[in-house]
């Protein structure tokens, strides 16, 4: 049973609709001018609001703004009257579910209504679930001073509008940190739309995010809506965006500053509404020292900056996050007695992880998806992880004639890359993620170290 609010100035329609409604089990409520109908949303909860286009002489819309102001929103179906289409293209810009022409059918009606519903329903169950994982996301990322500060600057931008850049080492939790800034957001019940600028080729990039007419490209058999416009009054994260070419860079300048997309192959612009974060795991400062990133551009993107810790520099977090961890796959492995052993948990606390937080959860599950036994001792870890730990315990640094440190370094290099080739059955998108790479910066390092094609996928 669903709560409907309907919003009409004639009488017979509103009560023609109270009687249909309330047959399929639901509670109706009438309103007979915009003033009703916004007192009536002020005082309670509703499903659903249903509002003629115009009323008297009050447009329909100001019931939509007052129903989209609410937290959490009710669905809003507009009633149009028959040959203007304009008018149901403005109620759908500025967030209505959908619209239905005078006269309608009851059956067409009343299908309408349970679609809309259904999406309420859906929008409010994945409200309650990230309400519910939201904490566990914060305890993913962790609890240490630094990051407590993290997550005091996430309360204060989530209400914002503001570009946020979020910066920090691969693997440090960077698409956390924005799921973490959209849950707590007025735009919390709206779509979250991660984009990896480093994975998708140029051309495809700028058809994803700004939308394609048809005959644009070889291939591009209809019109197609980008994310920017698709995600609604949602949030959008443009990952990796260091990774942007200098020409998506211009289009993305622009796209910014005018809140208005220009699909690919079309000479109309279209608004968006859509909040855009960004994150990315480069120096912008030094890449625009570089000229492979423009200065205005960064200024746009960089409105606030939250920049997150290596996992090295909380070391301190380390033994709580892979218990965690732990016991978040010993759940899914039905095995809840799985635990590490002091010298395992000692051994993890002195290791450096280049790949921070992603490379630790990788590590716990690799050991608990191979565990023969309960405890988890130090076999259970990675050869390098065990070596590494007991270098870096020792302060005593041995540097001798002919040393080089860009030879070593390159040597260090070359064994990781091998590693994770290995450890990925020679699929490089794996091994990138493994070492917390981009795809592109792995292939360059492998073609710089002689082992694989700079082109080779």
């Known amino acids: 049973m669903a709560r409907i609010l309907v919003v009409d100035d004639e009488q017979s329609i509103r009560e023609y609709l109270e009687v ?43 019931v939509l703004k007052a129903a989209r102001a609410l937290s959490p929103p009710p669905e809003v179906i507009i009633i149009t009257a028959y ?27 009343v299908l309408l209504v349970d679609r809309a519903l259904e999406k309420s329903r859906l929008t409010e ?19 240490s001073p630094a990051m407590r500060q993290v997550w005091t600057m996430v309360d204060k931008v989530a209400q914002a509008r503001s570009t946020v850049l979020i910066t920090g080492e691969s693997g440090t939790g960077k698409e956390v940190v924005a799921r973490a800034i959209h849950a707590r957001s007025a735009r919390a019940t709206s779509p979250f739309v991660p984009v990896n600028c480093g994975a998708l080729a140029e051309g495809v990039l700028e058809s994803e995010l700004f939308g394609h007419v048809r005959g644009a490209f070889t291939g591009a058999n209809s019109d197609r809506t980008g994310i920017l416009v698709s995600a609604g009054d949602g949030t959008v ?34 608004p968006f509404e859509a909040r855009v974060l960004a994150a990315t795991n480069r120096r912008l400062d030094e890449e625009v020292k570089a000229g492979r990133f423009r200065e205005d551009l960064l200024f746009r993107l960089n409105v606030i900056n939250i920049e997150l810790p290596p996992l090295r520099a909380r070391r301190d977090e380390i ?22 052993s002091e010298d395992t948990l000692k051994l993890l606390e002195g290791y450096s992880f280049t790949g921070n937080v992603r490379q630790l959860q990788n590590i716990v599950e690799r ?50 890359l091998q590693e994770s080739l290995k450890q990925s059955g020679g699929v490089k998108m794996r091994a990138a993620q493994l070492l917390g790479l981009t795809f592109r910066s792995l292939r360059y390092r492998l073609a710089k170290q002689g082992l694989g094609d700079r082109e080779e996928a």
């Open 20 to 62: 249909l409604l309330s047959r399929s089990g639901h509670v109706v409520e009438l309103a007979d001018s915009v003033e009703a109908a916004r007192a009536l949303l002020a005082s309670r909860s509703y499903d659903l609001a249903i509002s003629d286009f115009r009323i008297g002489r009050e447009s329909g819309i100001d």
């Open 83 to 109: 040959g203007t289409p304009a008018s149901a293209v403005q109620a759908m810009r500025q967030g209505a579910y959908d619209y239905i022409s005078k006269p309608f059918d009851n059956d067409e009606l």
């Open 125 to 143: 169950e994945n409200r309650q679930l990230r309400a519910t994982l939201l904490p566990r996301a914060e305890y993913f990322v962790g609890t």
């Open 237 to 270: 994260l443009l990952d990796e965006v260091g990774e942007l070419p200098p020409s998506t860079q211009v289009k993305l300048l622009r796209v910014l500053q005018e809140r208005r997309v220009k699909p690919v192959g079309s000479s109309r612009e279209v």
């Open 319 to 340: 033994r709580t996050l892979a218990t965690y961890f732990l016991g978040r796959v010993a759940e899914e492995l039905g095995r809840p007695g799985l635990h590490f």
């Open 367 to 416: 050991a608990a998806t191979l565990a023969d036994a309960e405890e988890l001792g130090p076999d259970s870890l990675p050869p390098g992880v065990r070596g590494t730990s007991e270098s870096l315990a020792s302060t005593d640094v041995k540097i001798g004639e002919g040393f080089s440190l860009e030879r070593h370094l390159d040597e260090i290099e070359r064994r990781f």
